[in-house]
């Protein structure tokens, strides 16, 4: 009995191993970037997100644009934000609606905050046509930026 029990503990740690080193030698690159980004940003390392998201195939994953836009508008680095997130909106059906939404809400707060309100206006409709609980907000910061203006 004492020998079935070693040889099943043998077995399940074996196993253990083999799981191990198939994700540490057959993972590639991108699959690791990529991962490795997401693990970033979750943590609030938008340096280390946009490091990790920038040497990812976007072939092989188109979603990056929206990844890489997130991190530098959280590092409010909106001229590169807009450049990865217009690549997003040009690409919509990768993205679910949910997701296209926040990348319209999105640009249109980078170009708010950018000083480009015609462009913000646009984009902030267009999130709030497609139900973005945030645009809202948003487009009132437009409405009273352009009433300083006049």
Known sequence: MKKILQIA???VALGLIIVIAKNA???DGDTQFYNDGWAAHEKGQYELATFYFKRVNKTEYPDIPMALGSSYLELKDYGNAITNFQEAY???KLYSNEDFSKILNSL???YLQTGDLNN???FLQEAEKS???NSKRNLQIVDSLEQKKK
Do not use: Q, V
């Open 9 to 11: 503990i043998g077995i």
């Open 25 to 27: 030698l057959f993972t």
């Open 90 to 92: 040009k690409n919509r």
């Open 108 to 110: 249109g707060y980078c």
């Open 120 to 122: 913000a206006r646009y």
């Open 131 to 133: 139900g973005n609980p």
